[in-house]
Every structure is written in structure tokens, then in C-alpha cells.
């Protein structure tokens, strides 16, 4: 069955430096896959999307990811973090067989220390 | 243009009562699916609705239910009510279905969600 696992429950970071939240996948064919940022009272946001040709995609808001297909990833980088980054991030990969539909990981939750 | 809206963003029940959430999509968006999020499952697909049908459900018992108007909106419906049921539901719109092609995908947008409580 399909799945995504985000190994990482809880990051926390100092401002300025580097992230890489993980993401795996678990998907017969070629994935459409997907990174979506949720700040506290807020829906889901799309930072990015993954469907196709160059395997390097940026997002909104700096990030940007890279899909590798040998390892099953799809982590989420950004250089330099924001205090306004801290948020819950979460991965997820399109079914794009008979039932059409997000599956997504559980969540990292990140934390930016000033 | 206004983005999903949801109503009402917080409620309370008691086990045993019934609830109904409210979604209206983004202008022209014809598709709405909901999901329920907690932080143990994460977030768990219950249905889409395309022109006003239900297209695509989860794994979900009957106690779930939804429909769609003329017009986009949606509501969904939880009957009696259980305290495992106190969770975020999003709702989310998107112009066509998920997949309306074969390898097709178009993008959804979420609404900030109803936050339900039950005690």
C-alpha cells in the first residue's frame, strides 16, 4: 500500500541556519509528490510540487526539494530559516490510480529558536 | 478572490449529538473534499463531492456523511457523536476532480478548518 513517512516528529532550529525535513515514499509508479506548510489557525499551504522532468523543485517562501528516486525521498531544504517558519510541514503523494487521492505523512513539527 | 471559507471554526459537543460543518470553495472551484486531521491518524481523507455527487470517500463509517449544493458549497454531517471524533476538519476545493485524466493532478486549496471538540 501506499505510504509517506516523515521520520522526524519534532525539529527544532536556530534562525539563520540550514533545514532538511525528511520525506519518504512508498509508490509503485512515478509519484506526484507534494510538500504543505500549516501554521497555527491556518489551512494547508502548497510550498511545492513534484511531478515531473527536473528532480530539483523550489517552492514559495525559499524552500525547495529534491525528488530522489533511489532512495524513495522527497526532503524539504531551505538555506537560511525564519523565525516565521516555524510551523507543522507535512509531505504527501497523489494515488494517481483507481482511488484518486492524497496520502499524506504525519507531520514535522518545526521549532525556530531566536 | 476569496479563498475556502469554513464555518463555524470552533465547536463544542457533547457524545451523542450531531454536528454539521460548512464549506464554501473558492469561486468557480467545483470539487470539495474533506479531511480530518488529528495528531495521532494525521490527516485522514473522508470524501470528495464534484457537481454536487460524492466522488471518492475514505475509510470512515457511516456516522460521516456530506453532500454539495448547486452552488459548490458543502456541508458535512457526523451523527452521535463520539469522543474520538474531536478533531480538525478541513475542507478543501479545487477546480475539477483529482485526476480527472489518467496522471492528471490539479491543485486543491484548504480552508483554515472547524475545530470540534466533543466532550
Known amino acids: 500500500a501506499q505510504s509517506v513517512t516523515q521520520p522526524d516528529i519534532h525539529i527544532t532550529v536556530s534562525e539563520g541556519a540550514s533545514l532538511e525535513l525528511r520525506c519518504n515514499y512508498s509508490y509503485g509508479a512515478t509519484p506526484y509528490l507534494f510538500w504543505y506548510v500549516q501554521s497555527p489557525g491556518q489551512g494547508l499551504q502548497l510550498l511545492l510540487k513534484y511531478f515531473s522532468g527536473d528532480t530539483l523543485v523550489q517552492g514559495i517562501k525559499g524552500f525547495e526539494a529534491e525528488f530522489k528516486r533511489s532512495q524513495s525521498s522527497f526532503n524539504l531544504r531551505k538555506p537560511s530559516v525564519h523565525w516565521s517558519d516555524a510551523a507543522e510541514y507535512f509531505c504527501a503523494v497523489f494515488n494517481a490510480g483507481n482511488n484518486r487521492k492524497l496520502i499524506w505523512g504525519l507531520g514535522t513539527s518545526l521549532a525556530v529558536n531566536p | 478572490k476569496a479563498g475556502v471559507t469554513q464555518t463555524p471554526r470552533y465547536l463544542i459537543k457533547t457524545r451523542g449529538q450531531q454536528v454539521t460543518l460548512s464549506c464554501s470553495p473558492i469561486?468557480?472551484?467545483?470539487?470539495v473534499s474533506w479531511y480530518q486531521q488529528t495528531p495521532g491518524q494525521g490527516l485522514q481523507f473522508l470524501f470528495e463531492y464534484f457537481s454536487e455527487t460524492q466522488r471518492n470517500k475514505g475509510n470512515f463509517p457511516g456516522r460521516f456523511s456530506g453532500r454539495q449544493f448547486s452552488n459548490s458549497r458543502s456541508e458535512m454531517n457526523v451523527s452521535t457523536l463520539e469522543l474520538g471524533d474531536s478533531a480538525l476538519y478541513l475542507c478543501?476545493?479545487?477546480?475539477?476532480?483529482?485526476?480527472?485524466?489518467?496522471?492528471?493532478?490539479?491543485?486543491?486549496?484548504f480552508g483554515p478548518g472547524t475545530r470540534l471538540t466533543v466532550l
Open positions: 469561486s468557480g472551484h467545483r470539487s
Open positions: 478543501a476545493s479545487r477546480w475539477g476532480l483529482a485526476g480527472a485524466k489518467l496522471f492528471s493532478y490539479n491543485e486543491q486549496f
